[in-house]
């Protein structure tokens, strides 16, 4: 009976929090051109909260990073007194925990929201990030061991593929030996090689970079502990209760068993009723 009064007190909690203000902006668009990001929420992150007496709680959330690749996260708030402007870059499957304290909660507490991106450094292969293909027809011009222009750019110099079809006999030509790339957008035929005859078509293809991107997965909970708060999470004989919850995905704010009803109302009341569903059972 302590167990379900104490959650259904916190639930009421989420609801206070997520009423005091709207799902607010998140840090900067930390996503390369093209890509999805995906957002977690928490609906409510006490920081010296009193409920029914008992206290004062206070709160940590843990992201974990499930890919293989490395991720960037970013904070941003759902209340008023969240710090929205930290981010941090998890390793593959790597997780970091951060608390009410670290990520800028006021007292008594407050939700927050986390988006995850890809590292634009990191070449993600093609089972995250779909490439573009284009191909050309460029003409040669008239003078032996000069560039032609291509219409577009390559992200890729080593993608481009320069090939030419005489009498029916397709050729490759040979990239470093018979042509170069420069300035990532034409034909250089300086390496003195064999070239297309002065006014003859060719055909060149290249990758201009990822248009589609999936979105990064990442989870999180978050665990909250009375009397005094644990920056790592971990519990000892200081912290005389814990208890926690599993952060909300995106897909399931406006679309939980609850939000149903609320597929037109605004982020704040889906979030509400999803929490206070989540939490409460």
């Known amino acids: 009976m302590g167990k379900r009064f104490l959650n259904v007190t916190f639930a009421l909690g989420l609801v206070i929090g997520l009423m005091a203000g709207v799902v607010g902006s998140a840090s900067a668009d930390m996503s390369p051109a093209g890509t999805e990001s995906q957002w977690i929420f928490f609906p409510y992150v006490p920081n010296g909260e009193m409920l029914d007496g008992a206290g004062p709680w206070y709160g940590t959330v843990t992201i974990q990073n499930t890919e293989d690749w490395r991720v960037i996260i970013g904070f941003g708030q759902t209340a008023s007194g969240v710090n929205n402007s930290m981010s941090t870059t998890l390793e593959p499957h790597a997780s970091k925990t951060f608390s009410a304290a670290q990520l800028g909660i006021a007292s008594p507490g407050a939700g927050v929201v986390v988006q995850s991106a890809w590292d634009p450094a990191d070449d993600l292969p093609d089972s995250v990030c779909q490439e573009t293909t284009t191909s050309e027809q460029l003409t040669r011009g008239g003078t032996a061991n000069t560039a032609d222009q291509m219409a577009g750019t390559t992200d890729n110099d080593n993608s481009v593929v320069v090939t030419q079809t005489v009498n029916g006999t397709p050729h490759t030509f040979s990239n470093g030996n018979d042509y170069v790339v420069k300035n990532h957008n034409s034909i250089d035929w300086s390496p003195g090689g064999v070239e297309p005859s002065p006014g003859s078509t060719y055909t060149v293809t290249y990758t201009t970079g990822a248009t589609a991107c999936r979105a990064p997965i990442i989870t999180g909970v978050e665990k909250h502990v009375m009397a005094t708060p644990s920056a790592s999470g971990k519990t000892s004989s200081a912290q005389t209760s814990v208890d926690g919850y599993t952060a909300i995905p995106e ?14 109302s605004t982020p704040v009341t889906a979030i509400t009723l999803a929490a206070t569903s989540l939490v409460s059972r």
């Open 251 to 264: 897909q399931d704010v406006p679309w939980g068993p609850v939000a149903l009803s609320a597929r037109t």
